[in-house]
């Protein structure tokens, strides 16, 4: 079956722009997570969806925002932009069956290599 | 806050050398899993542990959750080339689908 695919792979943006990355999970997975991994913080939680609703979010400030689809596609939205921004952002998919993680886990994609200049 | 300390954070070994990999928490996981993730790419799933004291085996890759689902190990028997990568473990504290990630092993195998 397809994987999870994220677009773009990479995007170069200037400090103070917008930007919007997209995830397609796997068919059938209703579960979507975005993280934020950087050298110095490693992997970070931003926010899940599932069903078009976010259930859970992380410790970011409120210019990181995402949002669902009725297909489970994922977009997540960082606005305002600072040099700080700069990280590969992930997205996993998962399956949880009545709230708990799947047991097989998180299946990843490849990322979007995000450098703000 | 829960908080996933791996060690050692850096590994350079020769090829068939064995080593294990540490992930140490104060907090209870309900489950924990490791990833391996290779430059430019997402982290791949290698395994899922549920159980205290649970061992589970993939190859050469050894992996262990401790009793009180606090701390974890991965052992990797004979290194080879292949296994180089970042291992990331991953902790789930509840009812909810997120994950803690740990705070990553490099490991390079030199052949």
């Not at chain 2, 080879?80 to 740990?102: E, M």
Request: charged share 15%; hydrophobic share 30%; net charge positive.
């Amino acid at each position: 079956k397809a994987g999870v695919t994220q677009t773009p792979r990479y995007l170069i943006k200037t400090r103070g722009q917008q930007v919007t990355l997209s995830c397609s999970p796997i068919s059938g997975h209703r579960s979507v997570s975005w993280y934020q991994q950087t050298p110095g913080q490693g992997l970070q939680f931003l926010f899940e969806y599932f069903s078009e609703t976010q259930r859970n979010k992380g410790n970011f400030p409120g210019r990181f925002s995402g949002r669902q689809f009725s297909n489970s596609r994922s977009e997540m939205n960082v606005s305002t932009l600072e040099l700080g921004d700069s990280a590969l952002y992930l997205c996993a998919s998962s399956m949880p069956i009545r709230g708990r993680l799947d047991p097989y886990g998180y299946t990843f994609g490849s990322g979007t290599r995000l450098t703000v200049v | 806050t829960q908080l996933l300390e791996q060690s050692p954070q850096f590994l350079s070994i020769q090829e068939g050398e064995n080593l294990t990999v540490y992930c140490n928490s104060s907090s209870v996981f309900s489950s924990l899993q490791w990833y391996r993730q290779e430059p430019g790419e997402g982290p791949v799933l290698l395994v899922t542990v549920v159980t205290g004291g649970e061992v589970k085996k993939l190859k050469r890759l050894t992996f262990q959750f401790g009793d009180a689902r606090k701390d974890s190990s991965l052992h990797i028997t004979a290194a080879q080339p292949g296994d180089t990568g970042l291992y990331l473990c991953a902790g789930n504290g509840g009812a909810t689908n997120k994950l803690i990630f740990g705070t990553g092993t490099l490991l390079a195998v030199q052949p």
